[in-house]
């Protein structure tokens, strides 16, 4: 599919999400690889239309293409409740359960299939395939020959007597009975019934027994006159009393119905607002909850949702020692129940989280999801809070797949969208980032976290799009109901960071662009007085909320812009005091130091100090290995990216690309080979990286003289991701061998000068290029 078609299908999607054209862009998506946006496609498709099994079929498609094959039965399970007799979705349940183990179950359903449609030839297929015996058609059932007429004799015999019936005593004979048809036959008429009898169906007997009185039991005629009496006045009591105990227990069903509708209503506006992930909703949600108590101060479901509100306005919104306190004492009083709540459970991570106990929280955590995962209890909540807590351990890639998980459980909760965010933002993959920040703003209009995050992804870039960080920054600072304080706060350091970045820029302008940089942004052009801003805007966030240790990073992440590594490191150490426990304050203050000349030594020891505090963490250790390749400690930074990847289950593509790149160097083409493979699997919906990872691995072919593997991987990495620069260069070199080539070789070489302009290999590929 062209661009340009894709491009119709979006803006047709676009245009009307709840109508059918969510069915080809997904389609669109899932033959390009583009798992997370047909993903999300899907999802839309799913909420816009719950009564079609469509969306759900093509949903379970896009996670079976991922080999994500119990997702997808779960989706074809939600398609075959609202449509039990789809054959597709009997056809793809059999398949997945057969490959899940389930066989007997699953040819079942592909019987099932078979039943819905008998001349479908590719459930046939499928039956031959899995060696299902098609039943065979039923044999007709035999027609039985007409009975013969009976003998003369009988058939003389009178009517009657065809059928014996026992009179019933005369006291009970209605009055209508021929008696004296039913007693007058013969003997050989009676013999003829019997005989009748045989062949016909018998009518089974009535039995009626019956009770006679007990002369040795005194009946109330024959007793005296007292015991009536008594049973008089307990009649009496019981007419007075029946009807007494029928209204005070209709009055008390009554009231108990509407505690409960109280209760119920209550617990559903918290549900609502804990939902919008915003300051103002999380005051909201615990006045709901409170009042929730107020009705059954027992409410293990209000007391969570008490204990897990306030854990986030204490731990993420600065809320103090009276939030925590709030958040403490609701946990202990729902702990005392024995429902089960998934915000009892969030809260208890969140809460040991926001303590300093990340680790426990996380083992605790983990636990608990999969034992819930396998009771098919599945929750969004958890695999967020778990997503969230593994990010600040560092582990970011099963924070992408819990967050991940938690999306497809809950496809519109702008939270687990703005995890996803910050998650791959600090994987570097920031188009992916930027779309998750878009669709949590899409369900969440000014969406706080997520109107922050996308600012500060912005201002990361090299060439930053100004006027959007700014109009993102403005909206939260003008947001009506206001974020919390310290998400102002951090909106004001965003500021700072802002006016540093377009002073900066402001003397490569032309005048006519400093004016409309100026109107855009509101910094102005003259240094002096974008510098005062930047102070202000930085004394107003601290002054806000001086223990936020996120401020120093942005502070340090604005003295790296203007080239001042001393300084930021310095400022980045600072929220290393206050928490320790963030991975990511480490990864930052690894950068600076390692932005510096010869500030590499420093950067390991640093990491090596934070990895004996912390434990293992996956993105620490690859950076102490690129701190060590940095100072060219080869077997050092070997051993690390060994140490990230020495657990079998874990995914840690870059340290493998990294140790592909150190054995392609040694010429050790075999084990290079084997990282660099694993390493272009493991960055599965990653493009940038898989291209990497593919170049790195056609330079290991090229090395080798394998010239033919080493086109068809460079065509690979081009495939993958046709905007990463370095294969152009790759591709033109190994190419450039071959005088037949020159016309590709130059057109390569071309493309790369024009986009690295400033490009590592720049003075070959200009030679290359003829220029």
Request: glycine share 6%.
């Amino acid at each position: 599919m062209s661009p340009t078609e894709l491009a119709k299908l979006e803006h047709s999607f676009a245009s009307d999400p709840s109508s059918d054209a969510y069915k080809p862009l997904a389609e669109a998506y899932l033959d390009l690889g583009r798992f997370m946006e047909a993903m999300v496609v899907c999802k839309k498709g799913v909420k816009a239309h719950p009564t079609a099994a469509d969306p759900r079929l093509l949903l379970a498609r896009v996670y079976a293409a991922q080999n994500k094959d119990k997702k997808a039965l779960e989706e074809v399970m939600g398609a075959l409740q609202v449509q039990p007799e789809d054959k597709a979705a009997l056809r793809m349940a059999g398949v997945l359960q057969i490959k899940g183990g389930e066989a007997e179950v699953g040819r079942g359903n592909l019987l099932k299939a078979y039943q819905a449609d008998p001349g479908d030839p590719e459930t046939v297929t499928l039956l031959q395939q899995y060696k299902v015996e098609i039943p065979r058609p039923a044999a007709p059932v035999p027609v039985l020959a007409p009975v013969a007429a009976p003998p003369p004799a009988a058939a003389e015999a009178p009517a009657a007597a065809t059928v014996p019936v026992t009179a019933p005593p005369a006291a009970t004979q209605p009055a209508a009975t021929p008696v004296g048809r039913i007693n007058a036959p013969s003997q050989q008429a009676a013999r003829t019934a019997r005989t009748s009898d045989d062949s016909a169906p018998r009518r089974p007997r009535v039995v009626v027994e019956e009770v006679e009185d007990d002369d040795d039991e005194p009946s109330p005629r024959r007793q005296g006159g007292s015991k009536g009496k008594g049973s008089k006045m307990l009649s009496l009591v019981l007419l007075i009393l029946i009807p007494l105990f029928a209204g005070g227990y209709g009055f008390y069903s009554a009231q108990a119905k509407k505690r409960g509708r109280e209760l119920k209503k209550n617990l559903d506006v918290a549900t609502e607002q804990l939902k919008h992930d915003s300051f103002a909703s999380y005051k909201k949600a615990c006045e709901a909850a409170d009042l929730a108590l107020e009705v059954d101060p027992d409410s293990t479901a209000a007391h969570g949702y008490l204990a897990y509100a306030y854990a986030i306005r204490w731990g993420e919104h600065g809320g103090g020692d009276d939030a925590r306190r709030q958040a403490e004492e609701h946990l202990a009083a729902a702990q005392k129940g024995k429902e089960l709540s998934s915000h009892l459970i969030a809260a208890q991570a969140l809460i040991k989280t926001y303590s300093g106990d990340g680790k426990g929280a996380l083992a605790s955590l983990e636990t608990q999801v999969k034992e819930l995962n396998d009771q098919n209890k599945a929750s969004s909540l958890l695999y967020l809070t778990l997503g969230l807590i593994q990010m600040n351990a560092g582990d970011l890639e099963r924070a992408r797949d819990s967050l991940e998980r938690a999306q497809a459980l809950a496809p519109d909760d702008p939270r687990v969208y703005a995890g996803l965010g910050a998650v791959y933002r600090r994987l570097g993959q920031d188009n992916t980032a930027w779309k998750n920040y878009d669709f949590a703003l899409r369900y969440e209009k000014d969406h706080p976290e997520s109107l922050l995050g996308r600012s500060l992804l912005m201002l990361e870039q090299d060439e930053p799009n100004y006027a959007v960080a700014s109009r993102d920054i403005k909206k939260l600072l003008e947001a009506e109901p206001p974020p919390s304080p310290r998400q102002l706060a951090a909106a004001q350091l965003a500021r700072s960071l802002l006016i540093a970045r377009v002073a900066l820029a402001m003397p490569t302008l032309k005048p006519d662009m400093q004016q409309k940089m100026t109107e855009a942004t509101g910094v102005p052009a003259d240094p002096a007085k974008a510098k005062q801003e930047v102070t202000k805007a930085e004394e107003t966030g601290f002054a806000l909320d001086k223990q936020n240790p996120e401020l120093n990073l942005i502070k340090g992440r604005r003295l790296l812009a203007e080239g001042n590594f001393d300084a930021a490191a310095e400022e980045i150490r600072k929220a290393i005091r206050v928490d320790g426990s963030r991975a990511q304050f480490h990864v930052e203050l690894a950068k600076a130091l390692m932005g510096k000349p010869g500030g590499e030594k420093e950067a390991s020891e640093a990491l090596v100090t934070a990895l004996k505090t912390m434990g293992e963490s996956p993105k620490l250790v690859v950076m102490l290995g690129n701190a060590y390749r940095r100072q060219n400690k080869l077997d050092d930074a070997l051993a690390q990216y060994q140490r990230a990847v020495k657990d079998p289950k874990a995914k840690n593509p870059e340290a493998r690309l990294a140790m592909g790149a150190i054995y392609r160097e040694r010429s050790e083409w075999d084990k290079a080979k084997e990282q660099l493979e694993k390493a272009s699997q493991e960055f599965f919906g990653q493009p940038d990286r898989v291209a990497n990872a593919l170049t790195e691995l056609g330079r290991v072919y090229q090395g080798k003289g394998d010239t033919a593997k080493a086109d068809e991987t460079y065509q690979r990495a081009l495939q993958a991701d046709e905007n990463y620069s370095p294969v152009y260069y790759f591709y033109a070199s190994l190419l450039s061998k071959d005088a037949k080539q020159s016309g590709k070789v130059k057109t390569l070489a071309q493309e790369y000068v024009r986009r690295e302009p400033k490009g590592e290999f720049l003075a070959d590929a200009q030679r290359l290029a003829g220029n």
